[in-house]
């Protein structure tokens, strides 16, 4: 029976640890910011731009931030990022419909980027658009 208790206690103080300590860890840790910058041709509409980790590459991003255009240019400021892989997709939302239009065979219909500038005939790849993120914050520059 000492063996059952002992057991039980030890399965709720590690559930109760795992639970407390990866928390207490997120609290004390910050991220840095990564800035994107797009150079826009028109002023109508707005710019989507979205971060990802593998995972979540060319599905909904872990953070999606829509901006206006002004004077030409979209700047957005992703905060609190941790250290990791991950990359930037973004579109030119000239009807502020917040979704991508393509024509009827595929092709999309708004300018589009991707983090490192690759354009490849056909959709991103996670290797072409990969970035490293450390402990400094980071400036993209991408072109649509």
């Known amino acids: 029976m000492k063996t059952i208790v002992f057991a039980i206690a030890l ?15 997120e609290e004390t840790t910050q991220g840095t910011t990564i800035t994107v910058t797009v150079p826009v041709k028109s002023n109508k509409g707005s710019v989507f731009v979205s971060l990802h980790n593998e995972q979540t590459f060319m ?32 579109f030119h939302d000239t009807n502020d419909n917040k979704q991508m239009d393509f024509e009827a065979n595929g092709m999309p219909k708004e ?9 490849n005939f056909g959709p991103p790849t996670w290797s072409d658009a990969k970035f490293e993120v450390g402990n400094e914050p980071v400036s993209l520059d991408i072109v649509m």
Do not use: H, W
């Not at 399965?11 to 860890?25: E, M, Y």
């Not at 905060?79 to 990359?87: F, I, K, S």
């Open 11 to 25: 399965a709720v103080t590690n559930f109760i640890f795992a639970q407390n300590g990866p928390q207490q860890s």
């Open 59 to 90: 599905r909904k991003g872990l953070v999606d931030l829509n901006t206006k255009i002004e004077d030409g240019k979209a700047t957005v400021t992703f905060t609190d990022v941790a250290p990791g892989e991950y990359a930037v997709l973004l």
């Open 111 to 119: 300018n589009y980027g991707v983090s490192n500038n690759v354009m």
